[in-house]
């Protein structure tokens, strides 16, 4: 079993105890957290698409840890003005373990 879901304006495809990371969450390590903004649940060749989402389908998940992603680098350079700029940003994240799906 399957499902879609929506968390922090990207959309993953994920499994019970699949780990996976997504856009940081305001939530404690080790704190179970639940995500219903489903758009889809699937098993097999059977699909319930929502339209946006689901009503009444809930993911549980459980914080593992919060980290920052690898560093991109941003190199900016204007040619023959001698003008050159560098700089980087790691983006935070949260990792998380999925749990149950309840439809």
Known sequence: MYAVIKTG???YKVA???RIRVEQIAAEVGQEVVIDQVLAIGDGADL???APMLAGVTIKAKVLSHGL???VRIFKMRR???YQRHGGHRQPYTEL???TLTA
Do not use: F
């Open 16 to 18: 019970a105890g699949e």
């Open 80 to 82: 023959r003005k001698h």
């Open 9 to 11: 304006g990207k959309q």
């Open 69 to 71: 992603r690898d560093k």
């Open 48 to 50: 319930k698409v929502g």
């Open 97 to 99: 373990e999925i749990g």
